[in-house]
């Protein structure tokens, strides 16, 4: 085990009390309670923790949090490992296991790393180029990409843990917790506004939390924040998120916010919440995001060692550990000196500071001369060596125009670099929220300018750097936005700030490259996709000018950080090339999320049972204890066949088709959709609705319908009953019910808003029990004493209401089997006893429930049809042979016109017809294609194809329906289903088998 | 101003590499590239053309390309309103199959295929046109039946099918879950073994390489804001560079094609929606086939580069803005982990949308129109990315030719007059 010998005496905020053991690449190391793996890993000197996505590069840690490009690490082992993860967002615990990625067979030597010195041969875009030779080898290049891509590995089983969402609304939801995001929630929150406050880093103050320089009202920054958050803790409406990511910003002020509830150190066996995935609506949204610095660009520029330096602060001020004991400085602004002082303030030998600016004139700059800290102004690092780690950097002096370089080389030892190119804003979700960015010169950067939803950006979000302008910025932006959300609010005090003043900044962009023969040395623009500045060259010299091409085609931006360091940088190189202003150029857009998100969190509890709802009858637990099979229908399940001991399948569904047409049978169709009807105007929507004749049907009476789309297809049907006066009961198929609901609303509620129609889906409201055979009347007879059932009283498609078994019910005569059957609804919660009622008191007629499958076969044995079977959008009621349904009356229906359009009249249709296998064993498979003469091999001309096919025990002989081109004109063709290893000869018939087909 | 700076540089470079091979590439890596060629030229709009193209995507590239290439057509321009390649076909989920049940669709999405299979070489630009497979799971009884009617229409039109069995299912891809116990269970599926991938960029740029080369000028950032017609013939186009003539102008603008038409005084029955797409961090391959599920909403392929790349259905509303709602995206994500638990800790990267034009039957329209000498190619939807090459190739004829062929004849805007739909909703709840 290695002590941590880059761990400062004094600085941080850890528990050293604390001391946690965890393993990288199989090596232990000790951290304390409150290290990331990345602060630990530095505390131990280890900066060599991944390789690059192309060329295999050494790469260390770059900066802190979404920003990190480089230092993406794997996390845990087997099912609850995570890949990609930032090191810095990893809080470490006693026993995590991490690993480097992408590397083989070691980090520290890995073969991929010959991509490097090949790298002349796959400039950007090189594979757009080549691995077309020999033809078709494409597939066999693209398993070695494959293999040598992606990054991490995935979890190899199910996920341990949980997710969970949230719904929320808030006046005034903040972005950030740094100094204007505490400022804004300050003074919202005081208005009695409610406001959420979210920040990614789990303790609020972002970059306070890394400066020791500034005073707020005289106290230290981290303690006028702790005081803040004391504050803001003891106010009732306001809610705290620390660990949580906004991650999305969608229309109307909707956000995603993914809360890490689970903290990394605490590992635990019981499944746990990991992630709660926040939905807000808010009134006010205040983008306090802050500003991400930018890397230099110049040659080897990547090499592990070197980092952003204002993540070397945070390590020091945060983590007490210092990345190196012999720093060197490379800035082109004052902020860098920050970085420089507070490490000689730790004791750290700062090798110098390396400034492009010619004369830098500063507070800062002062305060680095005094203590000593060499400065070389005007100067440039121009390019770096180490392996591992970097070792020495070599500067020179930059000509006044920035482009060149001259005078002597001069070689500074250093164990690591702190680079500061400038800041860049974190517009991202400004940028998602529809904003408009433009370009502001003296940052370099795009900033927001227009907003299109309610969205003000403070702070560093706003391009602000100093810290006092950004508390003022949050203080008048948490007012305004609690105003604009409705509450009284008093502009509060603005506090006093002491912070240093910071200079302006020179941009020179690239760092010139020494001219070497032999090796041309890399200059990285984006690091983990390995995008370098020839790229961006090359790029532009190919026509990839629109930065949308510039990023697809160099993958510039494209990586796991999306861009954070690179995209400015890159847009501002283009626009050199392209001598044209950076506003032109523009920029790509910004896509959800803002850091990449667990698909679980938004996959949540919708999974397993609940991935969608199982419905299931008031009857099923009488199914299920029946020994039911079921099968899926929509949402439904519904019992498909009773199997009796060592019964078939064949055998069950045999046995109770011969039951319902000899003696009863009974079935559940509880699940087909209802839907209630009333209103002065119903008998006119139905009319309009379904093909046939409404206006005319009397109380007590039911009614077969179809209905169309506007293209004269079958969309569904049903049986509709009128109970009353203005008053119907509608069925629709099972899996139809809730696009026939939402179809009869658009119509009403778009087309027809003037009649008085309403619907109300009582699906779930009805139980329903139908017996049908020959001997259900006596059945119902001994339950209902209340109605005449005879078939003068009570005749086919009547309706009665009455009595059946104590229970109070809605008898229908309808039925889908030829035979005589009553389907009789009771209230969902009588539907079990009703069912066990019938078939207690049944037993003497020999009662035997049937499921789907027999339903199936009775209702085809009569040529019956079932929409979504032998229809599929493109059959007209004419097709099935079911003109006589439609009215050739009524002024319209919908669907009416398009019957008699040129394609839908011609005779060439394809239409219901029966279908008989000459063979009398064969069953021919439902969906097989019919053709009217069989080739030797495909391709064959197809004239339809089987839409049903069943044994028929009452025929005693299989029977199919199909669809088939002209069908009604080739009565007693024979036609051939051709399968794949033998073809059935089969002869067109009518479709009512039982009434023509004789035993 | 960028335009005319670079073509004030593309005037003065000299022994530009415009073939490429690894030859070429090696060549050029001496030389640092710095000799490579422009893909395509950044030229002025001109006053007049014969056939102007409305649309940079790849259809509208395509058509182009073959226009020049097959009809000898001279004197062509692409214009297009934003960077080329930048509507759906820079959005898209790039599932290429031609495994459709109906006659007609399953010709013009094999004529495709047959044109993918040769397309790199064609445009000696690799699109990484990958025939890993696509597989189509069933999870119901209903779905099974569905499945082996599409199957066997598909295998007597003489397209390639194999049906498997779970089992078989999780041979080819190990980390489906295929437990019978599942909410919705795989109970079986279809796979097209010459279906796959291929690099969306790369097929725009390809073809708008092909076509530059052959003379065709790509004008981008040119938005079409009306049309010159006389006596119902089309004379001209309008845009934003100023109004160009044009003998025949074929457009080609998916999801702003009822836009576009309105600007010509007719409508067409397409619905303009959004419809979403994401990618996940990239792992190490997990998965080296695209699955597509009907009942467990959702599809998935992973990209060379690692990444799983999912989408679902559009979402159902009409929009114009490239931006789809969330609860698509929850309900996909839950879909990919009900079938692929290993998901659940992996991380989603980026999120986008692109807006669809779906017709009624969820098939195509490519057609003469109402005016004379317009042509429109649009109504692909969610599932037009793999008609890329077939679709304008034929689009191209009907220009050239003022007739449709055979492949293209059943697509005409006459269809939605007579009746003959070629409803592919049935056939392919996710259809892409
Ligand atoms: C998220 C998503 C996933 C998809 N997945 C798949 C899939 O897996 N497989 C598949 O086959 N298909 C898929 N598709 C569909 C497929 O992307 C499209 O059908 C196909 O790319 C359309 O190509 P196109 O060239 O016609 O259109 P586009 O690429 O959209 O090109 C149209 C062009 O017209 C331009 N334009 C518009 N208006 C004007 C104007 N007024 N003036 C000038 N130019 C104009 C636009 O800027 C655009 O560049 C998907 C689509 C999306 C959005």
Same mark, same amino acid.
């Given at each position: ?130 691995? =077309? ?237 005094? =203590? ?21 950097? *070599? ?176 847009? =501002? ?24 998100? *667990? ?401 | ?185 795989? =109970? ?245």
């Amino acid at each position: 085990m290695s002590s941590q010998r880059f761990r400062l005496r004094e600085a941080g905020r850890l528990d050293r009390n604390a001391p946690l053991k965890f393993k990288f690449d199989g090596k232990i190391y000790e951290g304390f309670r409150g290290d990331t793996l990345a602060s630990a890993l530095l505390a131990n000197g280890v900066h060599l923790v991944g390789r690059s996505f192309k060329y295999h590069r050494p790469r260390g840690h770059l900066g802190v949090g979404a920003v990190e490009a480089n230092a993406l690490i794997q996390v845990g082992e087997g099912n609850s490992t995570e890949p990609n993860i930032r090191a810095s967002q990893v809080e470490i615990y006693d026993g995590l296991v991490a690993s480097s990625q992408n590397r083989w067979p070691s980090l520290l030597f890995d073969l991929g790393g010959v991509n490097d010195l090949l790298g002349g041969l796959i400039p950007a875009g090189f594979y757009y180029k080549t691995f =077309m030779w020999p033809r078709k080898w494409w597939m066999k290049y693209e398993y070695f990409i494959r293999r040598a891509a992606g990054l991490g590995k995935a979890p190899t089983g199910r996920d341990p843990d949980r997710y969970e969402k949230m719904h929320a609304h808030c006046d005034v939801l903040i972005v950030g917790a740094g100094p204007a995001g505490l400022a804004a929630a300050l003074a919202a929150s005081k208005t009695g506004a409610r406001v959420i406050i979210a920040d990614d880093q789990q303790t609020f103050g972002g970059s306070l939390n890394r400066e020791t320089d500034c005073y707020i009202n005289d106290k230290t920054t981290v303690d006028w924040c702790k005081d803040v958050v004391a504050t803001l803790e003891g106010l009732p409406d306001v809610t705290m998120l620390p660990n949580t990511t906004v991650s999305g910003y969608y229309e109307q002020n909707y956000l995603t916010l993914l809360e890490t509830t689970k903290p990394h150190f605490f590992k635990s066996t019981i499944q746990q919440t990991r992630h709660r995935l926040w939905k807000v609506r808010v009134k006010q949204v205040i983008l306090a995001t802050g500003m991400i610095e930018r890397p230099l660009v110049f040659a080897n520029n990547d090499r592990p060692g070197i980092m952003l330096s204002s993540a070397i602060r945070e390590y020091i001020n945060k983590y007490g550990v210092t990345p190196g004991q012999n720093p060197l400085i490379f800035t082109n602004n004052d902020d860098a000196y920050r970085t420089a002082l507070t490490m000689r303030q730790n004791n750290i030998n700062v090798v110098a500071i390396v400034d492009v600016r010619e004369n830098p004139d500063s507070e800062l700059f002062r305060q680095a001369k005094e =203590m000593q800290i060499p400065v070389h102004v005007g100067f440039a690092v121009v390019t770096t060596r180490g392996y591992s780690r970097i070792k020495s950097a *070599t500067i020179m002096k930059l000509s006044s125009n920035g482009k060149t370089l001259t005078g002597e080389r001069k070689v500074l030892g250093c164990d690591c670099l702190a680079m500061s190119g400038g800041w860049n804003p974190a517009i991202h979700l400004f940028s998602q929220s529809g904003g408009k960015v433009k370009w502001n010169d003296e940052l370099a950067t795009f900033i927001p300018s227009e907003a299109t939803q309610n969205v003000l950006t403070i702070g560093g979000c706003n391009g602000t750097a100093d810290l006092a302008k950004s508390l003022k910025e949050g203080l008048q932006a948490g007012i305004s936005a609690a105003r604009l959300s409705g509450n009284k609010a008093h502009p509060p005090a603005t506090p006093s700030v002491q912070e240093p003043v910071q200079s302006e900044t020179r941009f020179v962009l690239p760092i010139p490259t020494q001219k070497n023969k032999f090796v041309s040395e890399k200059v990285f623009i984006d690091f983990q996709n390995d995008v370098t500045l020839s790229d961006i060259q090359l790029a532009s010299r190919e026509g990839y000018n629109s930065v949308e091409h510039l990023k697809r085609y160099t993958t510039v931006g494209m990586g796991t950080d999306q861009g954070k360091t690179s995209n400015v940088n890159a847009l =501002m190189l283009l626009s050199q090339i392209l001598d044209c202003e950076p506003e032109q150029v523009g920029y790509t857009t910004f896509r959800p999320p803002y850091a990449p998100t *667990t698909i679980g969190a938004y996959a949540g509890r919708n999974i397993g049972n609940l991935f969608s709802p199982v419905r299931t009858t008031a009857i099923n637990p009488w199914h299920e204890e029946a020994g039911a099979k079921f099968e899926h229908v929509g949402q439904w399940m519904r019992a498909w066949y009773y199997p009796k001991v060592n019964e078939t399948m064949r055998q069950a569904v045999d046995r109770e088709v011969t039951a319902a047409r000899t003696n009863i049978g009974i079935l559940d169709a509880s699940t087909l959709g209802k839907i209630d009807i009333q209103g002065p105007d119903a008998a006119e929507f139905l009319n309009r609705v379904y093909t046939n004749a409404w206006l005319k049907l009397p109380p007590g009476t039911s009614r077969y319908g179809l209905m169309l789309k506007e293209d004269g297809m079958v969309m569904d049907d049903g049986v509709t009953t009128c109970i009353k006066e203005n008053h119907y009961h509608m069925t629709t198929t099972t899996g139809g019910a809730a696009s026939v609901l939402e179809w009869l609303e658009e119509w009403l509620q778009t087309e027809w808003p003037n009649l008085k129609v309403y619907l109300t889906s009582v699906t779930e409201q009805w139980a329903v029990a139908a017996i049908c055979g020959p001997k259900s009347r006596e059945l119902l007879q001994e339950l209902c004493t209340d109605i005449d059932l005879s078939d003068k009283a009570f005749p086919f498609m009547g309706y009665r209401e009455g009595t059946v078994a104590g229970i109070k019910a809605r008898i229908f005569r309808i039925s889908f089997t030829g035979e005589l059957s009553f389907e009789i609804n009771v209230p969902r919660s009588y539907g079990l006893s009703l069912w066990e009622k019938l078939l207690d008191v049944g037993k003497k007629y020999e009662i035997c429930p049937y499921g789907t499958e027999a339903m199936h076969v009775l209702r085809a044995e009569k040529g019956f049809i079932i929409v979504g079977q032998e229809t599929d959008g493109t059959v007209t009621p004419v097709d099935l042979g079911m003109d006589w349904i439609i009215s050739k009356t009524k002024p319209d229906f919908i669907g009416k016109r398009a019957l008699s359009r040129r394609d839908i009249i011609k005779a060439d249709r394809k239409q219901l017809v029966g279908l008989l296998a000459d063979n009398a064993t064969d069953i021919l498979p439902e969906g097989s294609q019919i053709v009217e003469e069989v080739l030797p091999k495909p391709p064959m001309s197809m004239i339809g194809h089987v839409t049903s096919s069943y044994f028929s025990p009452n025929c005693g002989r299989p029977i199919a329906m199909a669809l088939i081109k002209s069908g009604r004109d080739r009565m007693g063709q024979t036609v051939y289903i051709p399968l794949k290893n033998k073809s059935i000869a089969a002869t067109i018939t009518n479709v009512n088998f039982l009434d023509n087909v004789s035993k | 101003m960028i335009e005319k700076r670079e073509k004030a540089k593309s005037r003065t470079s000299t022994h530009k590499e415009n073939k490429y091979s690894l030859f070429s590439l090696a060549k050029n890596a001496v030389s640092k590239h710095k000799n490579w060629s422009q893909a395509w030229r950044s030229p002025e709009l001109k006053p007049e053309y014969d056939i102007v193209v409305i649309g940079a995507g790849g259809h509208g590239l395509a058509t182009a390309y073959y226009l020049a290439k097959e009809h000898g057509s001279k004197n062509i321009a692409v214009i297009d309103k934003g960077w080329l390649g930048g509507g759906n076909t820079g959005r898209n989920t790039t599932i290429i199959r031609s495994n459709y049940m109906w006659d007609e669709s399953a010709g013009i999405y094999e004529h495709s295929l047959k044109l993918w299979e040769t397309l790199s070489h064609e445009l000696n630009f690799n699109t990484m046109f990958s025939q890993r497979g696509v597989l189509t799971l069933a999870h119901t009884e209903h779905e099974l039946k569905e499945m082996t009617r599409r199957v066997e229409a598909i295998r007597l039109n003489g397209i390639d099918s194999e049906v498997l069995s779970p089992r078989a299912i999780k041979q080819i891809v190990p980390i489906i879950d295929i437990n019978p116990q599942l909410r919705y269970p795989v =109970m079986g599926g279809f796979i097209q073994r010459r279906g796959g991938t291929a690099r969306h960029d790369a097929v725009a740029w390809g073809y708008a390489r092909a076509a530059d080369q052959l003379g065709v000028d790509i004008i981008q950032n040119c938005e079409v804001t009306g049309f010159n017609i006389k006596k119902g013939a089309i004379t001209g186009v309008k845009t934003v560079k100023g109004e160009i003539k044009a003998n025949k102008v074929g457009c080609v603008v998916a999801g702003h094609a009822g836009v576009v038409a309105e600007m010509a005084g007719f409508r067409l029955p397409i619905d303009s929606r959004p419809l979403q797409a994401l990618v996940s961090e990239p792992i190490k391959p997990i998965l080296d086939t695209v699955i597509m599920s009907n009942s467990v909403h959702m599809y998935v392929s992973q990209s060379d580069k690692g990444e799983l790349v999912l989408g679902a259905g559009a979402d159902s509303y009409n929009s114009y803005s490239q931006r789809g709602s969330l609860n698509i995206i929850e309900g996909m994500l839950a879909a990919a982990v009900e079938l692929f638990p290993v998901f659940s800790r992996l991380r989603m990267l980026r999120s986008w949308g692109g807006i669809v034009d779906t017709c009624p039957d969820a098939s195509p329209i490519i057609s003469k129109t109402p005016v004379k000498n317009l042509y429109f190619n649009c109504g692909w939807g969610t599932g037009g990315f793999k008609a890329t090459p077939g679709s304008g190739h034929v689009f191209a004829d009907l220009i050239a030719k003022d007739e449709p062929n055979s492949i293209a004849a059943p697509f005409s805007l006459d269809r939605f007059v007579g009746g003959y739909l070629i409803d592919e909703h049935g056939a392919a709840g996710v259809a892409h």
